[in-house]
């Protein structure tokens, strides 16, 4: 998993609320089992208007994705993160997020910031107004920031700690190595083990 520190970057306002999964990625390809590849696909039904914005090339390459309620609601699938990340994007702004898809993110290494409605709403207009407009999010100093305006944004620490180091499960288990290693060392052999 990828770092996360500071994303800076334009907005892509995804200006809709209760957004599902199914919108995200439909289910139709959910048979992969890669994490590449699914940025072609993201809000595929929504892209047959030509209005939508994924449609406006000036969105393109996007870091940041705001967005309204509820993001990400519907059936937990790992592949909606992908999809996302796909599209370039390594953050998401919204008043609130579903809590699996949340989840979900926090383990694919996309940063989710949660900021009170009036708050997306500013950011969506600034992006919607000038889409060369930047947007940074400094996850040390939990801060969003656009031109002269700023608002902080809370994380639990342990989620922080991980999303700066690039941490997944795995290698947040892999710091512990060398206590794993000193505790089946001294362990009675009559005892179940995986490594002998």
């Not at 770092?3 to 999964?21: L, Y």
């Not at 309204?68 to 998401?92: C, D, P, Q, T, Y």
């Not at 801060?143 to 997944?168: C, H, M, N, S």
Request: glycine share 6%; hydrophobic share 40%.
């Amino acid at each position: 998993m990828e770092a996360v520190s500071n994303v800076t970057g334009r907005a892509i306002p995804m200006d809709r609320s209760n957004v599902d999964t199914d919108q995200i990625i439909p289910a139709k390809y959910l048979k992969r089992i890669e994490r590449t590849g699914y940025g072609p696909f993201a809000f595929e039904a929504w892209r047959k208007d030509p209005d939508f914005v994924l449609n406006n090339a000036a969105y393109d390459g996007a870091a940041i994705m705001l967005a309204k309620h509820n993001f990400g609601s519907g059936s937990s699938r790992e592949h909606a993160v992908w999809a996302i990340e796909g599209l370039g994007v390594r953050a998401l702004i919204a008043p609130s997020f579903a809590d699996i898809f949340r989840n979900n993110c926090f383990q694919g290494g996309i940063l989710t910031v949660e900021l009170p409605e009036e708050d997306v709403d500013e950011l969506m207009r600034r992006a919607t107004d000038d889409p060369s407009t930047e947007i940074e999010i400094d996850l040390e100093t939990q801060t969003v920031r656009a031109a002269e305006w700023e608002r902080t944004f809370e994380i639990d620490p342990f989620r922080k700690y991980r999303l700066q180091r690039g941490l997944d499960d795995i290698s947040m288990t892999l710091e512990y190595d060398a206590d794993v290693a000193a505790f089946e060392a001294q362990r009675s052999p009559l005892f179940p083990t995986t490594s002998r």
